[in-house]
């Protein structure tokens, strides 16, 4: 058991420990939401099930994810953020091996499940971590590496699944997190650092009714991406409606409400979630968008679309930890509306590419919208953690996780509705709304020089 934390942050070779400690655990969080998508084909052959059976493969570790991390964030106010990090780790890969070993559709949906409670886990609270592990001069160097990791592992997540399942069966996808997730549990267990804990006790009811809010909304949105039928979709966005209209009225007389609406009242704070989630929802349109324009649109194969979708988590791997750094001298308010202003340039060469467009220029273009989304994303993480008090460390940490997963969930049902209004040209009016998500969160950021 380690000491708290001084106001200092960890000595340095703690700090080096711990975060690799992070870098194993979050990369292994963020690959997993996205890895299983390019495995599904395998998953639902070898399972003998049907493919839209199997999207609950996919769904149901998200479903988890999102509706755990604004509860798992609130208790590790409570319990202490090391607690919370450690038993996800420990619960994810558990379950991973528990994936590993699933022999029919509904046990790997069970563990599947377990597994996105253990994400849940380590999501919801290593930004918090990371501002006791760094000294608050360095914060967003810190949040840089964060930043770093989420993103490429969540873009790398396809080319990784695809390069796993050239040499072995998809058992090999969950089973290769088992190693992973005891070395990250070792050096957790003995680098990681005590935090303050809050005098107050764990709402249970409003973990309740966040969860049923937020699995709802993320559901509601699947449904209409999927083309349900109106009934199928009201129906879960009345229960959405329903259950967060209770979750409000019950956090508004809290002191930390769960739900962090005390944290909104910051005009910071609520300008910066709402940059985060305007330029998730950007990545999702592109991210879903871009394989279909490639091998679609453009006649590339497979192989080719993973190379041409490399560079953009390359830009984004070198300038996030460059951006960090310069997050700690100068405002991310500018820092933020820059990098999101090249994005949206990026996104709308990218709309406007020509069929006969060369690799290089592809390359050229995804190198652009890498370097604005990475040069943006690590300002608006530190914006967001120094907007709240040390207390609420938690709320805010699980906070930047949620408006990651729903912007994204909304990004991909953007791209299903526009394939059902322009059929073929989907691709190019999916951009075209990710440039115009990504402008309007460069007006946000900027605003944010108006806020005190």
């Given at each position: 058991m380690t000491d708290p934390v001084p106001q200092d942050g960890l000595p340095a070779q703690a700090r080096r420990l711990a975060v690799t400690t992070i870098i194993l655990a979050v990369g292994m969080a963020s690959l997993d939401t996205s890895i299983a998508n390019t495995a599904l084909p395998s998953i639902a052959r070898d399972l003998n099930?049907?493919?839209?059976?199997?999207?609950?493969?996919?769904?149901?570790?998200?479903?988890?994810v999102v509706a755990a991390l604004l509860p798992l964030g609130a208790l590790g106010e409570i319990v202490g953020f090391r607690r919370v990090y450690v038993a996800g780790l420990v619960v994810f890969?558990?379950?991973?091996?528990?994936?590993?070993?699933s022999w029919s559709l509904p046990t790997l949906t069970a563990a599947?499940?377990?597994?996105?409670?253990?994400?849940?886990?380590?999501?919801s609270?290593?930004?918090?971590?990371?501002?006791?592990?760094?000294?608050?001069?360095?914060?967003?160097?810190?949040?840089?590496?964060?930043?770093?990791?989420?993103?490429?592992?969540?873009?790398?997540?396809?080319?990784?699944a695809a390069l796993m399942l050239s040499l072995a069966a998809w058992p090999l996808?969950?089973?290769i997190n088992v190693p992973i997730g005891l070395a990250a549990f070792a050096l957790a267990v003995r680098v990681l650092p005590e935090t303050p804990r809050a005098d107050r006790r764990f709402d249970g009811v409003g973990a309740l009714l966040n969860a049923v809010t937020f699995a709802a909304l993320v559901l509601s949105i699947g449904e209409a991406s999927h083309r349900a039928t109106l009934y199928e979709t009201g129906a879960t966005v009345a229960v959405?409606?329903?259950?967060?209209?209770?979750?409000?009225?019950?956090?508004?007389?809290?002191?930390?409400?769960?739900?962090?609406?005390?944290?909104?009242?910051?005009?910071?704070?609520?300008?910066?979630?709402?940059?985060?989630?305007?330029?998730?929802?950007?990545?999702?349109?592109?991210?879903?968008?871009?394989?279909?324009?490639?091998?679609?649109?453009?006649?590339?194969s497979a192989v080719e679309t993973g190379l041409l979708l490399t560079p953009w988590p390359v830009a984004t791997g070198i300038m996030?930890?460059?951006?960090?750094?310069?997050?700690?001298r100068y405002p991310p308010a500018i820092l933020g509306g820059i990098g999101l202003a090249i994005l949206a340039v990026g996104l709308t060469l990218m709309a406007t590419l020509p069929a006969d467009a060369s690799q290089l220029g592809i390359a050229l273009r995804m190198l652009v919208c890498g370097a604005g989304f990475g040069f943006f994303q690590s300002p608006n993480l530190r914006a967001l953690m120094s907007a709240a008090p040390p207390h609420r460390s938690g709320g805010a940490s699980g906070t930047i996780a949620t408006s990651r997963l729903v912007g994204q969930s909304v990004g991909a049902a953007l791209v299903a509705l526009c394939f059902g209004l322009v059929g073929d040209h989907g691709p190019?009016?999916?951009?075209?709304?990710?440039?115009?998500f990504a402008t309007a969160a460069s007006v946000i950021s900027f605003s944010r020089l108006l806020t005190r």
């Open positions: 099930t049907g493919a839209a059976a199997s999207i609950w493969i996919v769904n149901a570790y998200q479903l988890a890969t558990l379950a991973s091996a528990l994936c590993a070993l599947r499940i377990l597994q996105g409670l253990g994400a849940a886990g380590i999501m609270v290593n930004t918090a971590l990371i501002r006791f592990i760094y000294p608050a001069r360095q914060l967003g160097r810190g949040v840089g590496l964060n930043a770093l990791v989420v993103a490429t592992a969540t873009a790398l997540g396809p080319t990784v996808l969950f089973a959405m409606l329903v259950a967060g209209t209770l979750l409000v009225r019950r956090q508004l007389g809290q002191v930390a409400p769960m739900l962090p609406l005390d944290l909104y009242r910051r005009p910071l704070f609520a300008l910066s979630s709402a940059t985060s989630m305007l330029s998730f929802t950007a990545q999702g349109l592109s991210f879903v968008s871009l394989p279909f324009l490639f091998q679609v649109g453009m006649g590339r996030a930890p460059i951006a960090g750094p310069l997050s700690d190019v009016l999916s951009l075209t709304l990710a440039a115009g």
